[in-house]
């Protein structure tokens, strides 16, 4: 069975640009989490979804935001980017709510 | 608020010396406790899920352990390539993931 896949695995962009990160779950898996990973921080929860109905946020601000489709693919969106959103983001699934979260590769993203 | 503390930070140990690492946590109506591993570079790979104090699990030389308060994830006789970050994380009521900074394991040969 296939794993998580995350789509970039690497990014460069400048402050002030928008990015768009795409996660496709494991096949059968309905929630898709996003977590934001840096050295500072550790790992920090940013949203879940789950049957395209984002069903918990993490407490960041407003320019991260995600979707999910009917197909339980995953995107999540940063605006107006900032030097300090440079970080590895982590998709990752699960069959529930409740269940088990698997992750993938991760995207590594660098604000400049 | 829920917390995850993870000790120690950084482990070195000796190929075949065995030891522990500690998770301790405060979250009312525990849902799960999760231990990942991450290599460098690579995203967590999940090892344990442990539910209710009193239960453990093992996988090959790991073993994870819970209690009301704390987890252990023991690694016997560990080898080189078990070097890695191991987290844990919580799973309160609302469903909340909550990580713990992890703790750096080295193995020398």
Same mark, same amino acid.
């Given at each position: 069975?296939a794993?998580?896949?995350q789509?970039?695995r690497?990014?460069?962009?400048?402050?002030?640009?928008?990015v768009t990160?795409?996660c496709?779950?494991i096949s @059968?898996?309905?929630?898709?989490s996003?977590y934001?990973?840096?050295?500072?921080q550790?790992l920090?929860?940013?949203?879940?979804y789950?049957?395209?109905t984002?069903?918990?946020?993490?407490?960041?601000? @407003?320019r991260?935001?995600?979707?999910?489709?009917?197909?339980?693919?995953?995107e999540?969106?940063v605006?107006?980017l900032?030097? @300090?959103?440079?970080?590895?983001?982590?998709?990752?699934s699960?069959?529930?709510l409740?269940?088990t979260?698997?992750?993938g590769p991760?995207?590594?993203l660098?604000?400049l | 608020?829920?917390?995850?503390?993870? #000790?120690?930070?950084?482990?070195?140990?000796?190929e075949?010396? #065995?030891s522990?690492?500690?998770? #301790?946590?405060t979250? #009312?109506?525990?849902?799960?406790?999760?231990?990942?591993?991450?290599?460098?570079?690579?995203?967590?790979?999940?090892?344990?899920?442990?539910?209710?104090a009193?239960?453990e699990?093992?996988?090959?030389?790991?073993?994870?352990?819970?209690?009301?308060?704390?987890?252990?994830?023991?690694?016997?006789a560990?080898?080189?390539?078990?070097s890695?970050t191991?987290?844990?994380?919580?799973?309160?009521?609302?469903?909340?993931?909550?990580f713990?900074?992890g703790?750096?394991?080295?193995?020398?040969?």
């Open positions: 069975k794993g998580v896949t789509t970039p690497y990014l460069i962009k400048t402050r002030g640009q928008q990160l795409s496709s779950p @059968g898996h309905r929630s898709v996003w934001q990973q840096t050295p500072g550790g920090q929860f940013l949203f879940e789950f049957s395209e984002q069903r918990n946020k993490g407490n960041f601000p @407003g991260f935001s995600g979707r999910q489709f009917s197909n339980s693919r995953s999540m969106n605006s107006t900032e030097l @300090g959103d440079s970080a590895l983001y982590l998709c990752a699960s069959l529930a409740e269940k979260q698997y992750f991760g995207t590594r660098l604000v | 608020e829920d917390q995850v503390t993870q #000790s120690p930070e950084a482990l070195r140990l000796q075949g010396e #065995s522990s690492l500690n998770c #301790s946590y979250v #009312s109506g525990l849902r799960g406790l999760f231990w990942y591993r991450q290599d460098p570079g690579k995203g967590p790979e999940f090892l344990f899920t442990l539910y209710s009193g239960e699990k093992e996988k090959e030389r790991l073993k994870a352990t819970l209690t009301k308060k704390e987890s252990f994830l023991h690694i016997t560990p080898k080189p390539e078990d890695a191991y987290l844990c994380a919580v799973q309160a009521p609302n469903n909340d993931m909550r713990g900074a703790t750096r394991l080295t193995v020398k040969p």
